[in-house]
């Protein structure tokens, strides 16, 4: 498959549905994961839609100097991995600029260097965590905002119900800079059956063991429930909460990793139609 293909719609196929909403008629025009014939085209693929996520981080707003970083596991050697450059504003990454980088935080792809906190942080958790695909991380206005308060996320809309019991507060080392190795491993190992995390003081995180595209859609999800959340605490009303039974129930059609996929289908499509030179 040319990797030109992968940017144009697909046609939902005749494979079993794993969502409700997956169309049951057959034949109609619905997103569908593409396959691949070769490590080169997938690697094509993942590459980007790595760009494709920072763009998108770029038209949210997510810029803050050259903080924030996202990366997504090579297909074909999985000890490596891509990611945006240091010091590049999201809006300017293209497929050109990406580098690949290995566990010990080694470019062996690409001429820009690697942020050093992404890599603490990202190849810890891709290394103790083999079947994490990809990952995201910015400093949000919102999200570092809430992170301040060292809770969770509560079940408040529908929305926010896709990450009940599906994500985690990291205390460890609230605030200090991950520059460190040690810090890596700490929120590594919050990550344990868990698609976010707050990191305390710090801001948010995501991870996907399907794809880009949903790290970084649950990303653009948690940093809307943490702006909703402190909206409705501004209020100083107590907000009814769903239900645990019905919070699950909204998590498990709308909370995983292949809706998120599927959410960021339109942000996908939107850029390919106004932003061509992400493919340079």
């Given at each position: 498959?040319?990797?030109?293909?992968?940017?144009?719609?697909?046609?939902?196929?005749d494979?079993?549905?794993?969502?409700?909403?997956?169309?049951?008629?057959?034949?109609?025009?619905?997103?569908?994961?593409?396959?691949?014939?070769?490590?080169?085209?997938?690697?094509?693929?993942?590459?980007?839609?790595?760009?494709?996520?920072?763009?998108?981080?770029?038209?949210?707003?997510?810029?803050?100097?050259?903080?924030?970083?996202?990366?997504?596991?090579?297909?074909?050697?999985?000890?490596?991995?891509?990611?945006?450059?240091?010091?590049?504003?999201?809006?300017?990454?293209?497929?050109?600029?990406?580098?690949?980088?290995?566990?010990?935080?080694?470019?062996?792809?690409?001429?820009?260097?690697?942020?050093?906190?992404?890599?603490?942080?990202?190849?810890?958790?891709?290394?103790?965590?083999?079947?994490?695909?990809?990952?995201?991380?910015?400093?949000?206005?919102?999200?570092?905002?809430f992170?301040?308060?060292?809770?969770?996320?509560?079940?408040?809309?529908?929305?926010?119900?896709?990450?009940?019991?599906d994500?985690?507060?990291?205390?460890?080392?609230?605030?200090?800079?991950?520059?460190?190795?040690?810090?890596?491993?700490?929120?590594?190992?919050?990550?344990?059956?868990?698609?976010?995390?707050?990191?305390?003081?710090?801001?948010?995180?995501?991870?996907?063991?399907?794809?880009?595209?949903?790290?970084?859609?649950?990303?653009?999800?948690?940093?809307?429930?943490?702006?909703?959340?402190?909206?409705?605490?501004?209020?100083?009303?107590?907000?009814?909460?769903?239900?645990?039974?019905?919070?699950?129930?909204?998590?498990?059609?709308?909370?995983?990793?292949?809706?998120?996929?599927?959410?960021?289908?339109?942000?996908?499509?939107?850029?390919v139609?106004t932003?061509?030179?992400?493919?340079?």
């Open positions: 498959m040319e990797a030109v293909l992968t940017r144009v719609p697909q046609f939902f196929n494979e079993e549905r794993i969502s409700i909403y997956q169309p049951e008629q057959r034949g109609l025009i619905f997103p569908a994961i593409p396959k691949f014939s070769s490590y080169a085209d997938e690697r094509q693929y993942r590459k980007e839609r790595l760009v494709a996520a920072c763009r998108a981080f770029a038209i949210e707003g997510y810029d803050y100097g050259f903080a924030g970083h996202l990366t997504v596991r090579d297909p074909e050697h999985p000890e490596l991995y891509w990611t945006n450059p240091m010091a590049i504003h999201f809006a300017q990454v293209k497929v050109s600029n990406l580098i690949c980088a290995d566990h010990t935080g080694k470019v062996v792809e690409g001429t820009y260097a690697i942020n050093r906190a992404g890599f603490v942080l990202h190849a810890a958790v891709h290394e103790m965590h083999q079947d994490i695909v990809a990952m995201c991380h910015a400093h949000t206005e919102y999200g570092t905002a992170a301040s308060l060292g809770k969770k996320v509560e079940p408040i809309t529908q929305d926010a119900a896709a990450f009940y019991e994500h985690v507060v990291i205390g460890d080392e609230a605030g200090q800079v991950a520059v460190e190795v040690k810090a890596g491993h700490k929120v590594a190992n919050a990550f344990r059956g868990v698609k976010a995390a707050i990191h305390q003081n710090h801001g948010l995180l995501t991870a996907s063991r399907h794809s880009i595209e949903s790290a970084a859609f649950w990303f653009i999800a948690l940093e809307r429930c943490c702006k909703q959340q402190l909206m409705v605490e501004a209020t100083g009303v107590t907000p009814h909460l769903v239900t645990p039974e019905r919070a699950r129930y909204s998590r498990e059609h709308v909370g995983s990793d292949y809706i998120g996929w599927l959410h960021f289908q339109p942000i996908w499509n939107h850029l139609s932003q061509p030179d992400m493919f340079d």
